[in-house]
C-alpha cells in the first residue's frame, strides 16, 4: 500500500502453524534507489520480493536495509537478501541490536527456558522431524553483517528525510523512524494495531516493559498523521491524540 510520495507499507501473508500471520516491512524509494525497513520471517524474501513488484519498484533498486530490531521476525530474511544480493547492500541498526543480529550474542529473548515452551506448544499432530527443525531454528537464529550504526535524532537523506528515534523496551536497541515529509510514523514494534485501535506495546513481548512505555513519550514532539505498526498495520484516525493518550496512562 502507497502510504504517500516514496513510502510504501509492505503486507506479508505469512503461514506459521496452520494460520496466517500478516506484517508489514516498509519500503521507502526515491532517484532509483530503495530501503526497506525490517526483512520479515526466514523464508520470506519471495514475497518481499513480490511485494517490491506490486508497489513499482524494482528489487535490483534495494541498496540499504535497516533493521529496527533483533526478532527475529524483523531478521529473518536478512541471510537471504545479502546472499541473493552479495556487495549490493548496507544494513544499519542501533548499536545495542549489532551483536545480536549478527550472531555475536544470542537473541535476548530466545533463551533455553523460551525454546522449550515454543516446542512444548507446538500442536500434537506436528512429526517429530518438524519438530526437530523447529528447535534448531530458534537454537540457530537467522544473523547478519550490519555494516553501520543508526543514531537516536539522526536524519536519513532517504526519500525526503527519514528520522531516527531510538525507542528502547521491546528490545534495548529497538528504533522508530519518522518520514518527514508524509508526517508517518513508522513505530515496528512500540506500538500494535489491533481491530482498528492504536494500543502501546504489549508487555509479554517487551524486554523492559516500562521503559517500552516510557518511549511512547517520545512520540509527543512529532507531527504525525499516519502510523505504520509492523504488527496490526496502518492508523491515521487523529495519531497524535491516540499517542498522547497512551503516553498520559504511563
Known sequence: MQIANGIHMLELEVPIMGRTNVIHPVLLSDNNSAVLIDTGYPGNYPLI?????????????????????????????????????PGKLTVLASQLEKPYIEGEKMLIKVTPEAIERAVASLPADVSPEWR?????????????????????????????????ILTPGHTPGHLSFYHRPSKTLIAADALVVAEGQLLGPIPAYCSDYEQAKHSLK??????????????????NVNPSARIAELAAEL
Not at 531454528?137 to 550490519?146: A, S, T
Open 218 to 235: 517520545k512520540f509527543a514532539s512529532y507531527d504525525i498523521e499516519t502510523v505504520i505498526c509492523y504488527h496490526g498495520g496502518l492508523f
Open 132 to 164: 526437530k527443525a523447529f528447535r534448531t531454528n530458534l537454537e540457530n537464529p537467522p544473523k547478519g553483517q550490519v555494516h553501520g550504526i543508526l543514531e537516536d535524532g539522526e536524519v536519513l537523506p532517504i526519500s525526503g528525510g527519514l528520522q531516527v
Open 49 to 85: 520480493s513480490q511485494a517490491f513488484d506490486k508497489a513499482h519498484v524494482p528489487l535490483e533498486q534495494l541498496k540499504t536495509i535497516i533493521i529496527s530490531h533483533q526478532d527475529i521476525d524483523h531478521i529473518g530474511s536478512l541471510p537471504t537478501f545479502l546472499s541473493e544480493m
